[in-house]
């Protein structure tokens, strides 16, 4: 969050007991590679918001690609971008998708070599019934998530592959 002095990561504890862990801060270049990182170790007490002020290093760019920071908290995740956020040019490759027929449907593991924003499967362009256990989700370079897609009927893999089925923010701003 910015304040008067700079970047702030605010954790909030919606729980009813204290929450003790570490944060680990990063900034990245949109191909992935690490500029700055920081940990520190927080306890946040019960209904509370705790503000952890950034270092210098993650908030200033000492790289031309600001990039992004990312926080995380054990599986929680925020992304920060530190100018407009970019994707990958449209030079690099795409996301790499693998699919699995599996009992039920396919899974569809994607792999991203740069920052892919809001990656989307959407079931309904395979069959009209089917269904998939996750919406947008946003991968760091290197970074695989696998898509579980279910349907009453047995699922062809080679479906994944016709358009829009795998969708990331970059297609549907820049589908050329």
Known sequence: EPTDDGLELCVINDDDAPWVATAHVVRRQSDGATSAEFRQAISVPPRSVIRVPLTADIVEASHPD???????????????HLAPPTDAPRSAPPLDVTVTAVPGGVDIDIRAQWLARDVLVQPDRIHPDATV????????????????????????????????????????????
């Open 133 to 176: 256990d996750r919406g947008f989700t946003t991968l760091l370079p290197g970074e695989t998530q696998t898509f579980r897609v279910r349907a009453p009927v047995p699922l062809d893999p080679a479906w994944v592959d016709e358009p829009y089925v795998v969708a990331s923010l970059r297609d549907i701003i820049d589908p050329d």
């Open 66 to 80: 600001a990039g992004f920071i990312v926080a995380s908290i054990g599986d929680e995740r925020a992304l920060w």
